[in-house]
C-alpha cells in the first residue's frame, strides 16, 4: 500500500559475501536508508544491518513470480470457485490451469526458484543474527529489535516452504545458508518433517516478535497474532491429506497438530485487541482496493507491494477482477478470472459477500458498467474501479497488497479444529456463526437458516461450505480440498452442478435464461430483475438483455471435459476443445501438484520428479 498509508518505501540493497548474494527489496513497512555492504560480518554488526537483510528476505513474497501474480493468481485455479484464464492449455498458465502443466514452464520454474530466494535469504538472517553481539547483551532496544527481526526471519521462511509444499509436496529442505563446496544434490525431503520443522519454529518466532499493538507504526511487518495464525495454518496442512504418488493420505498423528492449530486460534480470540472481524466484509476489501488502514486489523499479514516494477508490486487488480476496457477513467484491465457460475449460487441471495467477491458487470470506454454473460463473471475483491484515486491507462501494477491470512481465518480454523476434538461445541458453532453472521449484516436467524451444526459430520460440511464462501478469488479453496481430501470429489460436483444448470435442473430451476439491466446516467449498473426468478415473456421496458442461463450452453459444458470429448445439452452435442474448468483434470494422475522444474532436476540428480509428470 504505498499511496495511502504513511510508511515510506524501504529500499534495502546489499552485496553478502558467499551465501547471500544480491539482496534487493522494496517495501513500505520500514523507514530505512538505502545501504550498501561489502561481507555478511559487517552487515550483521549492526541492528540497521540485520534489518536490511530481514527487508531482503521480505522482498520475494512481492512481484510477478510470487504473490504479484503467479502464487496468487496462477498456481490456486482452476477450482470449483474460479477458473484460471480461459483457453486451452498452452504450456503456460493455462496448462497450470487445466491442469495440465510440464516441467519445462517457466511460470513454474520462475516462482519455484523465486521462493527458494526467499529461504536462502531467510536462512542466513536466521542463522546470523542470534550470532550478533547484541541479540543478548546488548542495549535493551537493541536486543529487542534483533529478537523481533529474528522471529521475522523464523515466519518468512515457514511462508516459502509452506507455498512450496502445497504446490509441489515433497520438497528439498535446507536450514541453513548454502556455503561453497556443499553438497547440492539435496533429496526429496518428507513435506510432514518439514512442515514439523516448521510448527516447532514458529512457536519460537512466535516468543521473540511483538504483539500488534507493541510493534510501532503500522506496516506489513510479522506481529505475533501473524505467527500465531500462520502456525495454526501449517498446524492444519500437516494434520491434513497429501499426494504420495497417486494416493491422498493423512498421517496417524494428525489430531496432535488439531489441537496446535485449536491452541493458537484460541489465544487470538483472547486477545481481541489485537485483531478482529471487521464488521464490514465490504469494508474490508474497499481499504484494500482504497490502499488505506482497515480498523479492525482483521488483516494479520499481508505483502506490500508498490514501486510499479515486476519484482516488487502486484498485478491484482489488473489481471483479475472485472473486464474494463480503455476506460478514460478506470484504464484497461485482463479479467483474467472468471467465477465458476454454480458458485455464483452458493450464495444465499441476501449474502452481501457475494458481491464483493463476484463482479456482474464490465466497464468499457464509455466508462459506464455494463452486464456481462453468467459465462463471464469476474472475481471481485481487487479491482481497479475502486482504485482511489482511479487509474486511467494501460499500467500493470496498482499496488495492491496480497493479504496471506486475516482474522476470518482464525475462527474458522478454531472452529473446524473444535470440531474435530470435540465435535460441534457452543465455541464452534459461535466462532463458525460470527464469519456467517457478518455477511448476513448481523441478522444471525437468516445466518443459521439451513445449516445443520448438530453433528461432527454436518458441522464440518458447514465448515467446508464457509470458507468456500468466505475466502473466494484469496487462493485459498484448492488447498483446502486438498488436505481435507476432497478436491476430486467437489470438482465432479461442480462440474455435474454445471449441466444442471444448463438443462435447468434443481437446485437452479428458477435461473433466469436471461438478465436484464440498466446503465444510469451516473452511478453503477442497474438489475432490472432478480437472478433468482425465471426471465419474463419480453425485455423490460429501457432494459439491455444479457445471456444468463442460456450462457452455459452445450459448448461451456463441454469444455469442462478432457479435449476430444462431448457433451450435449437438449438438442446441441458439442466437442471439447479444453478450454474450461479444470478441463484436462483427470483423477489419480498426480496433477494437483505442480511439476517440479526440469532445469532443477538437471542439476539436483538426487531429486526425483513428482509422480505422473
Not at 332 to 337: D, E, M, N, Y
Request: hydrophobic letters at 40%; a neutral charge; one cysteine or more.
Amino acid at each position: 500500500m504505498k499511496s495511502a498509508l504513511t510508511f515510506r518505501t524501504a529500499l534495502a540493497g546489499l552485496a553478502l559475501a558467499g551465501s547471500a548474494g544480491a539482496l534487493v527489496s522494496c517495501q513500505d513497512y520500514l523507514n530505512v536508508e538505502p545501504v550498501a555492504l561489502n561481507t555478511t560480518a559487517y552487515t550483521f554488526s549492526t541492528v540497521a544491518g540485520a534489518t536490511a537483510a530481514v527487508i531482503g528476505a521480505y522482498d520475494p513474497l512481492s512481484g510477478d513470480q510470487s504473490y504479484g501474480t503467479r502464487v496468487s493468481m496462477y498456481f490456486p485455479y482452476d477450482s470449483d470457485e474460479m477458473i484460471g484464464s480461459s483457453g486451452a492449455s498452452d504450456g503456460a498458465r493455462r496448462s497450470i490451469a487445466r491442469y495440465k502443466s510440464l516441467a519445462t514452464n517457466t511460470e513454474i520454474t520462475n516462482p519455484w526458484n523465486t521462493l527458494y530466494q526467499g529461504v536462502e535469504r531467510a536462512n542466513i538472517c536466521i542463522q546470523q543474527i542470534p550470532q550478533m553481539a547484541a541479540y543478548n547483551s546488548g542495549p535493551a532496544a537493541d536486543t529487542a529489535a534483533l529478537h523481533r527481526l529474528h522471529g521475522e526471519a523464523l515466519t518468512l521462511r515457514a511462508q516459502y516452504y509452506l507455498e512450496l509444499i502445497r504446490n509441489w509436496g515433497d520438497v528439498p529442505a535446507q536450514f541453513t545458508p548454502s556455503v561453497s563446496g556443499q553438497d547440492f544434490n539435496l533429496p526429496n525431503a518428507d513435506r510432514n518433517a518439514t512442515l514439523t520443522k516448521l510448527i516447532a519454529d514458529l512457536l519460537q518466532a512466535e516468543k521473540l516478535v511483538p504483539w500488534r499493538t507493541r510493534a510501532g507504526a503500522a506496516s506489513e511487518r510479522i506481529t505475533k497474532g501473524a505467527v500465531k495464525a500462520l502456525r495454526a495454518r501449517l498446524a492444519l496442512y500437516r494434520a491434513g491429506y497429501s499426494l504420495k504418488d497417486a494416493q491422498m493420505t493423512r498421517p496417524s498423528d494428525y489430531l496432535e497438530y488439531y489441537r496446535i492449530a485449536r491452541e493458537e486460534c484460541a489465544g487470538l480470540l483472547a486477545n481481541r485487541g489485537e485483531h478482529t472481524l471487521n464488521a464490514s466484509f465490504l469494508e474490508l476489501f474497499k481499504s484494500i482496493n482504497e490502499q488505506r488502514p482497515e480498523a479492525a486489523n482483521e488483516i494479520m499479514f499481508q505483502v506490500g507491494m508498490g514501486g510499479s516494477t515486476a519484482v516488487s508490486d502486484s498485478k491484482l487488480g489488473y489481471y483479475n477482477g472485472p473486464r474494463l476496457n480503455a476506460s478514460p477513467i478506470y484504464g484497461s484491465t485482463q479479467g483474467a478470472v472468471t467465477v465458476v457460475p454454480t458458485y455464483f449460487y452458493a450464495f444465499d441471495s441476501l449474502d452481501s459477500r457475494r458481491d464483493v467477491t463476484i463482479t456482474t458487470y464490465s466497464i468499457p470506454a464509455t466508462n459506464f458498467q455494463t452486464g456481462v454473460a453468467l459465462g463471464a463473471i469476474t472475481d471481485g475483491k481487487f479491482r481497479r474501479d475502486w482504485h482511489n484515486p482511479a487509474i486511467p491507462g494501460t499500467g500493470n501494477y496498482l499496488g495492491y497488497n496480497w493479504p496471506i491470512i486475516r482474522f476470518a481465518d482464525v475462527l474458522l480454523m478454531f472452529a473446524e479444529a473444535e470440531n474435530e476434538l470435540s465435535g460441534p461445541t457452543t465455541a464452534a458453532q459461535n466462532a463458525l456463526l460470527e464469519v456467517r453472521t457478518r455477511g448476513f449484516g448481523g441478522n444471525r436467524t437468516r445466518a443459521l437458516a439451513g445449516l445443520d451444526l448438530s453433528s461432527k459430520a454436518g458441522f464440518f460440511n458447514a465448515i467446508v461450505n464457509e470458507r468456500y464462501l468466505e475466502f473466494g478469488g484469496e487462493g485459498i479453496r484448492k488447498y483446502d480440498l486438498l488436505r481435507w481430501n476432497l478436491f476430486e470429489a467437489k470438482l465432479a460436483e461442480a462440474k455435474a452442478n454445471l449441466l444442471k444448470l444448463a438443462l435447468n435442473q434443481a437446485p437452479y430451476q428458477t435461473v433466469p435464461q436471461y438478465m436484464y439491466f440498466r446503465t444510469p446516467a451516473a452511478g453503477n449498473i442497474q438489475w432490472a430483475r432478480s437472478f433468482y426468478r425465471p426471465s419474463p415473456a419480453a425485455t423490460p421496458a429501457g432494459t439491455t438483455r444479457v445471456n444468463w442461463r442460456q450462457a452455459i450452453d452445450a459448448a461451456y459444458i463441454a469444455n469442462t471435459r478432457p479435449t476430444g470429448s462431448s457433451a450435449t445439452v437438449g438438442t446441441t452435442t458439442a466437442a471439447s476443445t479444453g478450454t474450461g474448468l479444470a478441463a484436462e483434470y483427470v483423477p489419480g494422475q498426480g496433477k494437483e501438484l505442480l511439476p517440479i522444474p526440469q532445469s532443477t532436476l538437471a542439476a539436483d540428480p538426487a531429486l526425483k520428479q513428482n509422480f505422473g509428470y
